[in-house]
């Protein structure tokens, strides 16, 4: 029996969890799950998620010690719990689902060759600009370069969830395994439902072209505005649901080009699917700046599951989510982008197409039953 030891600070949130729900299944692997009990986020603290019957897996929360926040890069794990689970558990495997740079990552590598000392690491990122190299942006980046350092230099194995991952780890100096894996979504839950009453309520009308995420300028939310003005089309609104700094600069920029914009900053997640179905297309307009390009697009294979077609710009790895399965834009470039929006509302037939092969893609390469496997392949090797 394999015993997995798993640190995640995203595992306060239940959908998040479902890989770990998947990995569990396998009859050789003990896994058992120890989460922050709260996780400050977009100027947002989100509480530990109830555990559901459904999950099999050992779960465990301890307190976080906030620096400021305890954010996904900055804070850290109570040590005395941690301490004592390594005690308890013996695992064989820590893995660590967060970057090599956060401050509990390089904190709870630092236990472990203490307390367990047997135990090997592992860890994930989501790195495809090389932040060690360009220089982090946060305040007291010198502590992100020391844990980054130190991560890697005792960790045997990471996953990287983007295809530039291996090669950054790869050009820091990171000897150990490396993997590329998906990111999962929860066929069960994002699919395609009808929401007639539910669109009525949110007043949309016409053709909704959708967006989810950040409202910040790196999400390239303005050049979508000015991609839908271009087409110069009555019939056409957009649905933005996301919080951030640049949420009243998106309403004056569609007031101005007079767009019919709707911005709802607390969305329950539950009702996401929702959300997804009311869409008749989904856009993620991403820009790639110094410090930044996408990462993966969790939103997007959202909205496919949901049988929303999509299109995403160039940056990052958008085209490797996406593929043939959708359309992409070369990022910045707001008249491509209304071209490709414009295809999609007057060929229904291919739109058809599209939609039927996304639901195939994510069907085989993003269910948290494939992404556990893929876990699970990398831990017993």
């Known amino acids: 029996m394999m015993k997995v030891m798993i640190v995640d600070h995203n595992a306060v949130f239940a959908s998040y969890r479902q890989k770990y729900k998947e990995l569990s299944q396998f009859p050789d692997i003990d896994i058992t799950v120890i989460a922050p009990k709260y996780l400050d986020m977009y100027s947002k603290r989100y509480v530990f998620q109830e555990i559901t019957n459904s999950e099999k897996s050992n779960i465990i929360t301890i307190n976080p010690i906030p620096i400021g926040k305890f954010q996904h890069h900055r804070g850290l794990l109570n040590p005395i719990e941690l301490i004592k689970y390594f005690k ?44 060690f190299r360009n220089g982090f942006p946060y305040k007291m980046s010198f502590i992100y370069d020391f844990n980054y350092k130190y991560s890697l230099k005792n960790s045997s194995g990471i996953l990287c969830y983007t295809s530039e991952g291996g090669e950054q780890l790869r050009i820091n100096n990171f000897k150990g395994r490396v993997a590329k894996i998906n990111w999962g979504v929860d ?35 303005l ?26 600069e998106i309403l004056e920029f569609s007031h101005k080009l007079k767009i019919d914009v709707k911005i709802l900053n607390a969305v329950d997640n539950n009702l996401m699917p929702y959300y997804y179905n009311c869409m008749d297309l989904f856009v993620l307009p991403s820009l790639t700046t110094k410090y930044w390009m996408e990462q993966f697009g969790r939103v997007i294979i959202e909205a496919m599951a949901c049988e929303v077609p999509v299109i995403g710009s160039s940056s990052g790895e958008i085209p490797n989510v996406i593929e043939d399965c959708g359309l992409i834009f070369k990022e910045g470039n707001c008249n491509d982008l209304a071209e490709k929006i414009k295809f ?27 992404i556990a496997g893929q876990i699970y392949d990398f831990l017993k090797k």
């Open 223 to 248: 050049n979508l505005v000015q991609a839908v003005s271009e087409l110069n089309r009555k019939d056409i609104n957009l649905l933005i649901i996301g919080r951030g700094p640049l949420s009243g």
């Open 344 to 370: 999609f509302m007057v060929n229904l037939e291919e739109r058809k197409k599209y939609i039927a092969k996304a639901k195939q893609r994510i069907e085989k390469y993003f269910s948290w039953k494939t």
């Open 88 to 131: 308890t558990l013996k695992p064989e495997i820590v893995l660590i689902d967060a970057e090599p740079e956060c401050w509990f990552t390089a904190e709870t590598i630092f236990l472990k060759k203490i307390f367990s000392r047997s135990s090997r690491i592992v860890l994930t990122t989501w790195m495809n600009i090389n932040l």
């Open 187 to 221: 066929l069960d839950k994002f699919k395609k439902i009808d929401v007639s009453d539910f669109k009525n309520n949110l007043n949309l009308k016409g053709f909704t072209i959708g967006y989810c995420g950040r409202l910040v300028k790196e999400k390239g939310i």
